[in-house]
C-alpha cells in the first residue's frame, strides 16, 4: 500500500525559504513520477512542480519558476520542494501526488496517491 506523508510546512515571513518533503512508501519514485500540488480554500487544487524518475525530468508552473526547485537529496522515495522567495498568494495547503498515470503533469486526476498536506503561512 502506498503511503504518502508531507512534511514541513509552517509560518514563514513573506521573502522567506522553505523545504517541503514528502516520504513515500511502498513506492518506487525513481520508476515514476512525484508531483506538488497546492490547494486554497474554496479553489481547484493546482500542479506545481512536478519531478519524474528523481529528477530525470522536471515541471514547474509558470507562477512559480524561478523561485521553486525539487532538489534532489540522498533520501530514498523522498521528494523535496524548495521553496524562496515567498509570496503571500503561496500560502495554501501543499500535497504531494504520487503515481502518475498520463495525461497532463499538472492534471489533479493524473496521479494515484496523494499525502495528507502540509499547511504553509507567509506572514507579512
Known amino acids: 500500500q502506498v503511503q504518502l506523508v508531507e512534511s514541513g510546512g509552517g509560518s514563514v515571513q513573506a521573502g522567506g525559504s522553505l523545504r517541503l518533503s514528502c516520504a513515500a512508501s511502498g513506492y518506487t519514485y525513481i520508476s515514476n513520477c512525484m508531483a506538488w500540488f497546492r490547494q486554497a480554500p474554496g479553489k481547484e487544487r493546482e500542479g506545481v512542480a512536478a519531478d519524474c524518475s528523481r529528477g530525470s525530468r522536471t515541471y514547474y508552473a509558470d507562477s512559480v519558476k524561478g523561485r521553486i526547485t525539487l532538489p534532489q537529496e540522498n533520501a530514498k522515495n523522498t521528494a523535496y520542494l524548495q521553496m524562496n522567495s515567498l509570496k503571500a498568494e503561496d500560502a495554501e495547503m501543499y500535497y504531494c501526488?504520487?503515481?502518475?498515470?498520463?495525461?497532463?503533469?499538472?492534471?489533479?486526476?493524473?496521479?494515484?496517491?496523494w499525502g495528507q498536506g502540509t499547511k504553509v503561512t507567509v506572514t507579512s
Open positions: 501526488g504520487a503515481s502518475f498515470v498520463g495525461g497532463w503533469m499538472f492534471g489533479r486526476d493524473d496521479y494515484k496517491y
